[in-house]
């Protein structure tokens, strides 16, 4: 028989699907709906191992769901604004938009020919105008809502680049581009008031019970709610105000050692402008620090002493030092703490450096109460002591104790406080959504008519020089005032692309409306029931669709409280990696070190280098030794990646499709292989062999039970398996099928079997499974099959295993229906071969029956 031959077979289903229309979704239909999604991708030129894998389980539900009665949406688009065009337009001097657009084709392509089924009519890319001037829409809605404002806020300023960065575009506190030591500076920014949704955001998680709880967990931690105490310290002497501190340990107050407020609190400013010798010289060393609070957690500590003291609210003879610190952040409680340094990690670093009391006021037990704090602080709660009225309390009472006194006393209010803070959105970029504001020198800050949108960037800008080309473009921000029509300047700011990604799954589900969404129909979709995606989005990509689904429901434009109520995120591709040893020039220092001319380094080897051979592997290019490195998550940086393209071409795409599925649990990472996708190639053409109606010759008996049942039982399992995305256990069913179909006679039920074996792979290997559909002489598409009709019945164990003994010797088995009654079974017990042989004629004298057990002859 004819091998199946992918190439030819996937392109003629793709086509096939493609004109019939098999994967469009109908918005009106009246089956029950499914929304199946995967994270859409950033078009970054090429698809990648991880997309594949990615997009093969989604599939698989998707054409399921199909299989089992849905109306499946299954939509794809692109995530297409962002750095890496405006990097690609800096170094190879290529349009972000031309560029973006042709890597948005290439990628389409890839995508169509592993056979995905997709609904094409709803593709959407964030970086044309039907897209993100409904977003501009929608972002004046939540302006006229109250909830976008705009602040001073600090930023990462290059000062060689002069331009803004992201905190990922710092590393070691420079400029990624230009090397420079990044500065932080102040910028009116826009945010989004995600922290007004902040409760709500952390209780809905308690809905989503199709989430892994570690994601839930992670939002929880992000939103951050805690309770505690926002109290006053006076200062002693002189005109100053006093400072409000915030604390979620208002039980270590006795432990406090001093005060320190953020370098942008109004008190460091004070300080500042009141002209404090040597003030201006630490603040310039502060403003060297990144923003991202894991650096700030890891900069060395900074203080400075501003002479003044802070009054303890419990004692007033007791007087505490107040510092300006780099560690104490202006946007996080009051921009002041009180430091408590035998309990907090940061303040003990710090009283170390600037030799403050350490007094510990929490133990595990009263005998604890002198143990020594060495470089580690103790943050597990206990018991008080040193601390006068609290002694001998537990923390939590502690606690409750000093909030009650500070409320009584009016020197302090508990509080609940959120670690989530406001959206910043303003991307000072050209590749990203134009904000749809105006400055105008009379009106202020002005909405754009939603009639003048969308704001469409212009495409004639330049990237030779750093900084943002929508504010160097020579007309673009220049208009007039839509409120009183005098020269005013466009926000040359563009939104977070976390935007463009927080509701395209909404734009998706209503199709292409000249609105952002038709709420009706988005609403027949919605929410999505099945998103899959990468655990790296697991806190900011999910928080923002929350946030964002929320906010236009606050709007009254959906009404979904929760986007995706089912969240799946699969493990990493990952593959060996190869370092090979090359010579390079010495620079001039490295000569003058080691007095060579060359240095040897190691560098990374792509597989496709590899010369292997029976001594070992060598780098072909130069022929030196090659040593075989970690098994790594595949990566451009390490040259572990593998091109999906040449696969596709060499094995065909259920191949393909079929690796991804079946080596790994879902969740866990799944190490590339050659041997791997070799095995699912020849599992293609195993499964083609099986479906050859030449082996269904007609036989007249009455069918095999047994096969029968591990068809029903198969359906049934891979259903079940599907649903909880456990699709290598569904891999693992259709091996066992594939086994015992090898095995079986032909007969009627192996050819029910092979059709039924089509039906159960069809998700999985779509285009094999059209090939044998047709060659069986099935009806339409299998994509349009339904997936077999399990009988219940066929799911019981219903057959018991009865051990037959002459003299109490065991002689044979037989398999006979549970509770058959004691006649029959000494009945088959007797007819057994094995039994006459050994009775040769005579009559046994005497059988005992144990009923589903056994059988014993005595002779
Ligand atoms: C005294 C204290 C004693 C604190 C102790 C902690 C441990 P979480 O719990 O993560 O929300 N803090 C308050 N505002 C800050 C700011 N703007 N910048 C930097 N740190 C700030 O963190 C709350 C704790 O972080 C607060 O409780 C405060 O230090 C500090 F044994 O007060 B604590
Ligand atoms: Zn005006």
Same mark, same amino acid.
């Given at each position: ?33 499914? #929304? ?95 897209? #993100? ?10 302006f ?5 404002y705009r ?34 500076? $102040?910028?009116s ?212 104790? &000093? ?34 504001i105006v400055h105008c020198g009379t009106c202020g800050v002005v909405a754009v ?32 005032c839509p409120k009183c029509?005098q020269?005013a300047r466009?926000e ?158 060499? #094995? ?31 599992? &293609? ?123 109490? $010797? ?50």
């Amino acid at each position: 028989a004819a091998r199946f031959d992918p190439a030819a077979a996937d392109s003629r289903w793709q086509q096939e699907w493609a004109a019939r229309g098999t994967f469009h979704a109908d918005d009106d239909s009246p089956k029950p709906k499914s #929304y199946v999604l995967e994270m859409f991708p950033y078009p970054s030129g090429r698809i990648h191992m991880g997309h594949v894998r990615n997009y093969t389980m989604g599939d698989v539900l998707a054409r399921f769901r199909r299989m089992t009665g849905h109306e499946v949406l299954h939509p794809m688009g692109w995530d297409a604004f962002g750095m890496p065009a405006e990097n690609a337009a800096m170094e190879k001097g290529v349009h972000p938009g031309d560029w973006t657009r042709a890597n948005i084709a290439a990628m389409r392509e890839q995508l169509q020919r592993i056979g995905f089924g997709l609904d094409w009519s709803r593709e959407l890319a964030t970086c044309e105008p039907e897209y #993100y001037g409904q977003e501009q829409a929608l972002f004046l809605d939540m302006f006229a809502a109250g909830l976008v404002y705009r602040k001073e806020s600090a930023v990462n300023w290059d000062p060689v680049d002069m331009t803004v960065l992201a905190n990922e575009q710092v590393i070691d506190g420079r400029g990624w581009r230009s090397g420079a030591l990044v500065e932080r500076r $102040k910028l009116s920014q826009w945010f989004l008031k995600i922290t007004d949704f902040a409760d709500e955001l952390l209780e809905g998680l308690e809905s989503l019970d199709q989430w892994p709880d570690k994601v839930k967990l992670m939002q929880a931690n992000w939103i951050g709610r805690s309770r505690g105490l926002r109290l006053h310290f006076a200062l002693d002497g002189g005109p100053l105000p006093g400072v409000e501190v915030f604390t979620t340990r208002p039980d270590t107050i006795f432990g406090a050692s001093f005060v320190a407020v953020s370098v942008d609190h109004p008190l460091a400013q004070a300080l500042v402008a009141a002209g404090t010798p040597g003030i201006d010289a630490f603040v310039a060393e502060c403003r060297r620090t990144g923003t991202a609070a894991a650096e700030i957690e890891t900069a060395e500590k900074l203080g400075f002493d501003t002479g003044l003291s802070a009054v303890h609210p419990l004692d007033p003879t007791w007087k505490l030092p107040v510092f300006i610190a780099n560690f104490v952040l202006m946007d996080y409680g009051t921009g002041a703490v009180f430091g408590v340094p035998a309990h907090d990690q940061r303040d003990l670093d710090f009283a170390r450096k600037y030799m403050l009391p350490v007094t510990r006021v929490v133990a595990a037990s009263p005998e604890q109460a002198e143990a020594p704090i060495h470089d580690e602080a103790d943050s597990t709660p206990g018991l008080m002591v040193h601390s006068r009225f609290l002694d001998g309390m537990t923390s939590e009472a502690a606690k409750a104790a &000093v909030i009650a006194r500070a409320e009584s006393e009016g020197w302090g209010t508990g509080t609940t406080v959120f670690r989530l803070r406001d959206w910043g959105v303003s991307r000072q970029r050209y590749w990203g959504t134009p904000i749809p504001i105006v400055h105008c020198g009379t009106c202020g800050v002005v909405a754009v008519p939603k009639a003048q949108l969308p704001i469409v960037l212009p495409e004639d800008v330049s990237f030779d020089i750093p900084g943002n080309p929508l504010d160097r473009h020579p007309t673009w921000k220049h208009v007039d005032c839509p409120k009183c029509g005098q020269p005013a300047r466009r926000e040359t700011d563009t939104l977070d692309t976390f935007a463009d990604s927080s509701w395209y799954y909404i734009r998706f589900a209503s199709g292409p409306v000249d609105r952002p969404f038709d709420k009706a129909v988005a609403e027949r979709w919605l929410p999505v029931g099945q998103y899959i995606g990468g655990v790296e989005h697991a806190i900011l990509h999910l928080l923002y669709a929350r946030f964002w689904t929320r906010a236009l429901r606050h709007l009254g434009q959906l009404d979904i409280a929760e986007p995706f109520t089912g969240l799946f995120t699969q493990g990493m591709v990952t593959h060996e990696t190869y370092q090979t040893k090359v010579d390079l020039p010495a620079t001039p220092e490295e000569k003058g070190a080691l007095g060579t001319d060359t240095v040897s380094v190691s560098t990374w080897v792509a597989p496709e280098d590899l010369d292997r051979r029976a001594d070992g592997l060598f780098h072909r290019p130069t022929g030196h030794p090659v040593h075989v490195g970690r098994v790594e998550k595949m990566s451009k940086s390490k040259k572990n990646t593998v091109d999906p393209a040449p696969i596709l071409d060499r #094995y065909g795409a259920d191949a393909a499709r079929w690796f991804m599925l079946s080596d790994s649990p879902p969740e866990r990472d799944l190490p590339w292989s050659e041997a791997g996708i070799e095995g699912a190639a020849r599992l &293609v053409q195993r499964v083609w062999r099986l479906t050859e109606p030449a082996l269904d010759t007609v036989d007249a008996s009455n069918g095999d039970i047994s096969l029968r049942k591990l068809l029903h039982r198969t359906s049934a399992g891979i259903a079940e398996d599907v649903e909880a995305l456990q699709f290598n256990k569904a891999v693992a069913k259709i091996f066992t099928l594939l086994g015992a179909l090898e095995k079986a006679a032909p007969s009627p039920d192996r050819r029910e079997a092979a059709r039924t074996l089509i039906l159960l792979v069809a998700p999985m290997i779509p285009h094999l499974a059209e090939s044998a559909w047709e060659r069986i002489g099935g009806d339409g598409l299998v994509a349009d099959a339904a997936w077999p009709v399990v009988d219940p019945a066929m799911l019981v164990d219903d057959e018991v295993t009865i051990a037959i003994q002459v003299n109490g $010797k065991l002689r044979d088995t037989i398999m006979a229906a549970k509770g058959a009654p004691k006649d029959e079974l000494e009945a088959l017990a007797i007819a057994s071969a094995k039994v006459q042989i050994i009775l040769a004629g005579a009559s046994p004298k005497k059988v005992i029956v144990v009923p589903d057990r056994l059988v014993n002859i005595v002779a």
